[in-house]
């Protein structure tokens, strides 16, 4: 089975622009996390999307944004880069459905390998 | 609100020795407790994880962790390090099922593992 696929791997851009990254989960998952990984900050949820629904958000202002298509694939948008907005953006994806229902007590979360994002 | 500390920020070995990585984790309740590691430029892979249970829990690569509940800790041993580990590692925590973080992990700042020959 594929592991979780994040694309692109890296990514440049300049302060003022907007980025959009993608994350394809494990087929099967249906829930998706994000999170921000830097030197120092460490490792900070950024939002977590399961049915297409934001279910949980992190402290992070609006530029941060994100959502989920049916088919559990998601997408995170960061606008009006600022410098302080390079970073390892982490996905995560968990299987949270059986026999049709939710299952949230033994989730594990998988990690994609990163979109790495540089701003000049 | 939750929080997760691992004391020790970077720990050098000798191949073949034994490793011990501390975390402590603040939470009113027993959380789920995992431990991840990364390896340079890479995502985070599942090494283990404590739902419930059996407080010694084993799992991949040879590491084990155990869970005290009146310490509030979750270390990480290994009985012999071989070069390949060296890495981060992080310890992290989730609320339990009921909550609203289904998928919130909250974590550690890391501990740097370097192994010398």
């Known amino acids: 089975k594929a592991g979780v696929t994040q694309t692109p791997r890296y990514l440049i851009k300049t302060r003022g622009q907007q980025v959009t990254l993608s994350c394809s989960p494990i087929?099967?998952?249906?829930?998706v996390s994000w999170y921000q990984q830097t030197p120092g900050q460490g490792l900070q949820f950024l939002f977590e999307?399961?049915?297409?629904?934001?279910?949980n958000k992190g402290n992070f202002p609006g530029r941060f944004s994100g959502r989920q298509f049916s088919n559990s694939r998601s997408e995170m948008n960061v606008s009006t880069l600022e410098l302080g907005d390079s970073a390892l953006y982490l996905c995560?994806?968990?299987?949270?459905?059986?026999?049709?229902?939710?299952?949230?007590?033994?989730?594990?979360?998988?990690f994609g390998p990163g979109t790495r994002l540089t701003v000049l | 609100a939750q929080s997760v500390t691992q004391p020790d920020i970077h720990i050098t070995v000798s191949e073949g020795a034994s490793l011990e990585l501390r975390c402590n984790y603040s939470?009113?309740?027993?959380?789920?407790l995992f431990w991840y590691v990364q390896s340079p430029g890479q995502g985070l892979q599942l090494l283990l994880k404590?739902?419930?249970?059996?407080?010694l829990v084993q799992g991949i690569k040879g590491f084990e962790a155990e869970f005290k509940r009146s310490q509030s800790s979750f270390n990480l041993r290994k009985p012999s390090v071989h070069w390949s580990d060296a890495a981060e590692y992080f310890c992290?925590?989730?609320?339990?099922?009921?909550?609203?973080?289904?998928?919130?992990?909250?974590f550690g700042q890391g501990t740097i593992l370097t192994v010398h020959p």
């Open positions: 404590y739902f419930s249970g059996d407080t």
């Open positions: 999307y399961f049915s297409e629904t934001q279910r």
């Open positions: 992290a925590v989730r609320l339990e099922a009921g909550g609203t973080s289904y998928g919130k992990l909250t």
């Open positions: 939470y009113g309740a027993t959380p789920y």
């Open positions: 995560a994806s968990s299987l949270v459905v059986a026999g049709g229902q939710p299952i949230f007590s033994f989730n594990e979360q998988f």
């Open positions: 087929s099967g998952h249906r829930s």
